[in-house]
């Protein structure tokens, strides 16, 4: 039975550039149907119970947001999906500080314009920590290994196609040789292992991240207190949580912005800092976007 959802969406709210804005669309769980321009996931309500949330752009024609699940959906279910759907298009980000600052900057106006800026994000913040983690150090096309395989062997099936993402208890009840031998996580497998039995444990509440008003630096430093989450990471989850006061560099950015401004010779880490300090709160965001202002212009490419 499908139902929908109605959702808050912002003035200025971009589907399409919120869905591409980095490379989250195209790991499973999610699906994306480039051609409608719906985006998938299935979200596991009980033990016994999947429903698949379907997103696409906000129009007057016909609901954003429904879902699919068998049998009558609940009004605690119903709320229970709203919520979700809204912290994975981080709906309660106020980027209207971005815009006017961006706005006065010929360099980066384009940012406004666009509408750009918002982050696809994970259900939970316990999957955005682990699709980071899978991240580094390796192609993407190992990080979509990784974590496909990590879905199949651990995940719920859905009666809608492919698996649920794993919870953490369900990994916690494996090994290391496993997750090396099965899932292909190399290095990452003991870390992930640590994870999840601090979090099944009581050790970690990780999701206690996803609005705490504590500093950036705060977070940052607690991030980092995760073993196998380095400065590249915390970086970039901070960016998950609406926090941009760090960079979170990797080698393509580093790449990207010598290409971009260097003729394509390296510079140290230090340089890259000090050209986007000046923007303070909102520098993360703006080294994102710049680096990746050519997705915009052609082709997205997930």
């Known amino acids: ?115 750009a800026g918002r982050m696809l994000r994970a259900p939970s913040f316990f999957e955005d920590a682990v699709k980071m983690l899978l991240t580094t150090n390796c192609s993407w096309s190992l990080t979509e290994t990784m974590t496909s395989r990590l879905c199949e062997t ?13 919870v953490p208890e369900a990994i916690a009840d494996s090994s290391e040789d496993v997750l090396r031998r099965e899932v292909k996580l190399g290095y990452r497998a003991p870390y992930l292992l640590e994870m999840v039995r601090r979090i099944v444990r009581g050790d970690l509440s990780i999701e206690d991240f996803r609005g705490s008003s504590l500093p950036a630096a705060e ?46 010779n390296p510079v140290p880490d230090s340089e890259i800092v000090n050209f986007y300090a000046p923007f303070n709160e909102w520098r993360g965001l703006v080294m994102w976007l710049d680096v990746t202002r050519h997705w915009y212009g052609e082709k997205f490419p997930f």
Request: charged residues 20%; glycine residues 8%.
């Open 154 to 166: 651990f995940g719920t099936v859905s009666p809608f196609g492919g698996h649920c993402f794993p």
């Open 1 to 115: 039975m499908i139902h929908s959802l109605q959702l808050p969406f912002p003035r200025g709210f971009h589907f399409e550039h919120t869905v591409y804005s980095h490379g989250w669309c195209a790991l499973l769980p999610y699906r994306l149907d480039r051609t409608a321009l719906q985006l998938r996931y299935p979200v596991q309500l009980s033990t016994t119970r999947i429903a698949e949330l379907r997103i696409g752009p906000p129009r007057q024609s016909r609901p954003a947001v429904t879902v699919e699940v068998k049998g009558r959906l609940s009004e605690d279910h119903r709320a229970q999906l709203t919520r979700i759907a809204s912290a994975m298009l981080h709906l309660d980000l106020d980027l209207q500080p971005f815009y006017r600052m961006s706005r006065e900057d010929s360099r980066f106006s384009w940012m406004a314009q666009n509408r």
């Open 219 to 264: 977070l940052y430093r607690e991030l980092r207190g995760i073993k196998g989450i380095g400065d590249y990471a915390a970086g970039n989850l901070l960016k998950l949580l609406g926090r941009f006061d760090y960079l979170g560099i990797d080698s393509w950015c580093r790449a990207k912005y010598a290409e971009m401004y260097h003729n394509g």
